[in-house]
């Protein structure tokens, strides 16, 4: 019998308006929004490169290659990325984020001409009432810079993502206006920013749904809709969803959440979820370097992994329980993979090249001592069993690899 066949699937049990409409697109801010983190070390070249390929064997569409505009080690970083995705002709798409302004707009379009890559100017300015107040922003100035960054880039040759910072807290009014103003100026793609993690799914959902209804559609062009979200209330994965399901095409994530505050949202956990929902094309896609990917981003930055993280923390697929165990192990004695890695996780993790790890501790059975024993290839006498048991019951964690030994050694030096 099927695994699939013996779960009911709930998630499943909904009309198709609320599924996105199409192939959903993933764009890696890891190497730029990521960066902002004030706990992160800014990786060197080599490593950027590193985790350039893994984006692209794990089929991402498009990264954040930098803001050039910063200064010359971001210009260096990001010329480095860009020659090495022409050189391995790699399929992943570039964009460089830049302030509306043309000095920030000028490194990316040489960036272009020296590298021969079309890198997207991600232009991006400050949009809510509140930042308005702050920096003493009249209406006319954000109109005239819109159209006055857009014009540029596009004069360049760029093509324009244009980015209103703090969407999620602007008011209708104005959102309609810049939006506008970007796509007529040339502006092929929009990206609505949850900058402060404000929203949650309802607002997110409301709020791209306008965007679509009273900007895009009337706009004639054919406009890629693109949601950047940050996790401040816990809800990017879940406000990524929405705005998609609301018509997103894109949405901008981090490895492992990285960025400023609590974070972007995450990028490993958004192919997570589009793997298991069947979203085309995540649903075909191999994310068995998952892993691979996250640990090389937690290395490059000094950020470490959760070891409760969703998928590629230390705990995800590990069980010390005797319930949960005795069950996984069960199904493995069914010769049956895809039923051990089901049966007590939501995230089947052979999917993503992983396995579940059964360990011994003070909530343990027997059958996890035996089980332990038998993978490690070493004796199952009951008088070992027995020790491990008793040393588990009386401890105030998991055992050690080497405090399992511990007890076996002394049987093994007896029967020699």
């Not at 959902?205 to 209330?233: Q, T």
């Not at 990524?240 to 997103?248: E, Q, T």
């Not at 035996?370 to 008088?383: I, K, M, N, Q, T």
């Not at 076996?408 to 029967?415: E, K």
Request: proline share 5%; charged share 20%.
């Amino acid at each position: 019998m099927k695994t699939s066949e013996l779960i009911y699937d709930w998630n499943r049990i909904h009309p198709a308006s609320l599924r996105p409409s199409g192939h959903v697109l993933l764009n890696d801010e890891t190497l730029r929004d990521g960066l902002q983190s004030p706990s992160v070390r800014d990786p060197s070249i080599e490593e950027k490169i590193h985790i350039l390929h893994l984006m692209e064997a794990l089929g991402i569409n498009s990264l954040d290659l930098g803001l050039p505009g910063a200064g010359p080690r971001a210009v260096e970083h990001t010329e480095a990325l860009a020659r090495e995705i022409v050189q391995h002709k790699m399929k992943i798409r570039a964009n460089c984020a830049a302030r509306t302004h043309q000095n920030d707009i000028r490194p990316v379009a040489e960036i272009v001409q020296r590298t021969g890559l079309n890198i997207e100017a991600a232009t991006f300015l400050g949009s809510s009432p509140i930042r308005r107040y702050t920096e003493g922003w009249s209406d006319d100035f954000l109109l005239e810079t819109t159209e006055s960054a857009v014009k540029f880039a596009v004069s360049l040759g760029l093509e324009v993502m244009y980015v209103t910072e703090d969407t999620t807290r602007c008011d209708p009014e104005m959102v309609k206006r810049l939006y506008s103003a970007a796509i007529n100026c040339g502006a092929r793609a929009i990206v609505i920013c949850d900058t402060a993690g404000h929203a949650t799914p309802m607002g997110t959902f409301a709020l791209v749904r306008f965007i679509v209804d009273e900007v895009v559609k009337p706009s004639g062009e054919k406009i890629r809709v693109d949601w950047h979200g940050h996790c401040d209330r816990g809800l990017a994965i879940a406000n990524s969803m929405a705005a998609l399901v609301a018509g997103a095409e894109c949405v901008h994530a981090c490895a492992l959440g990285l960025g400023e505050r609590v974070g972007n949202t995450q990028m490993d956990q958004m192919l997570v979820n589009l793997k298991l929902m069947g979203i085309p094309p995540w649903g075909e896609q191999d994310l068995t370097k998952l892993k691979d990917y996250c640990q090389a981003v937690s290395r490059a930055t000094g950020v470490p992994i959760p070891a409760n993280y969703p998928v590629v923390g230390e705990d995800a697929f590990r069980t010390a329980t005797g319930v949960h165990a005795a069950a996984v192990i069960k199904a493995y004695k069914k010769n049956d993979i895809e039923l051990a890695n089901t049966v007590y996780s939501g995230v089947p993790s052979h999917v993503f090249g992983l396995e579940q790890v059964i360990d011994i501790g003070p909530m343990s059975g027997k059958s996890n001592v035996l089980f332990w024993l038998e993978r490690h290839g070493l004796p199952v006498a009951d008088d070992i069993v027995e020790r491990i048991y008793k040393r588990a019951k009386s401890s105030n964690h998991t055992l050690s690899h080497a405090e399992i030994l511990e007890c076996v050694q002394p049987a093994q030096a007896t029967s020699d």
